[in-house]
C-alpha cells in the first residue's frame, strides 16, 4: 500500500502511545476528515463544533449552539450530534460525496451504521439526518478516536465547541 508506515514496538503500551501522538488520522491526498465534538452548560444549552481537514491542514471550522428543549436534557451527546451533522452538512454543500468523520462519542459512528439502535427521539432524528444524505450519495466512514489524547484536530474540534457556548479552557 503506497505511503503506508510500518513501525515496529516493544510493547501495546507504546504502540498506543505513539497512535495518541499522531496529530491527525493520516489518509488517502484529497480525503476530507472531519474532527468532530460536542459542549454543554449544564441542561441549558449545548453546542456542536467541527473542523475540516485535508491534506493535513484545517480547512475549515464550523460550530453551533443548540437549545431544544427535547436534546437539552442529553447535554454533552447532543453537542457530540450536532458537529457531526454539521460536518454532514458541509459536505454536502461543499460536494464532498466521501467524509471521514473522526469522533470520540462511539455513538456518532455507531447510530449512524445501525450497530446501536436509535431509540430515543435525538438518536433516531441523528440517524434519519444521516440516511437522507446517504440517499442523495454521500458516503460517511466513522473513525473512533479516543478523547482529551492529545489528537492535534480533535482537541481544536473540542475548543471550538467550548467556544460556541463562550467556555473557556
Known amino acids: 500500500y ?8 516493544e510493547t501495546l503500551t507504546e504502540a498506543e502511545e505513539y497512535l495518541n501522538t499522531k496529530p491527525w488520522v493520516e489518509g488517502e491526498p484529497d480525503m476530507y476528515y ?3 465534538d460536542g459542549s454543554n452548560r449544564g441542561d441549558e444549552e449545548y453546542s456542536g463544533a467541527v473542523v ?6 484545517i480547512i475549515k471550522e464550523l460550530s453551533a449552539k443548540g437549545a431544544d428543549p427535547n436534546f437539552r436534557k442529553k447535554r454533552n451527546i447532543a453537542g457530540e450530534l450536532l458537529g457531526a451533522l454539521l460536518a454532514m452538512e458541509w459536505a454536502y ?3 464532498v460525496l466521501t467524509l471521514y468523520v473522526c469522533h470520540d462519542y462511539v455513538g456518532i459512528g455507531k447510530w449512524a451504521t445501525g450497530d446501536f439502535k436509535a431509540r430515543d427521539e435525538l438518536s433516531m432524528a441523528y440517524k434519519r439526518s444521516v440516511e437522507l444524505l446517504e440517499a442523495q450519495g454521500m458516503e ?3 473513525i473512533k478516536l479516543k478523547g482529551h489524547t492529545g489528537h492535534t484536530f480533535n482537541e481544536r474540534a473540542d ?3 467550548k467556544e460556541a457556548l463562550g467556555i473557556e479552557k
Open 159 to 161: 475548543e471550538v465547541a
Open 34 to 36: 472531519a474532527y468532530v
Open 2 to 9: 503506497s505511503g503506508s508506515d510500518y513501525r515496529k514496538f
Open 52 to 57: 475540516i481537514v485535508k491534506d493535513g491542514e
Open 93 to 95: 454543500q461543499n460536494n
Open 140 to 142: 460517511f466512514r466513522f
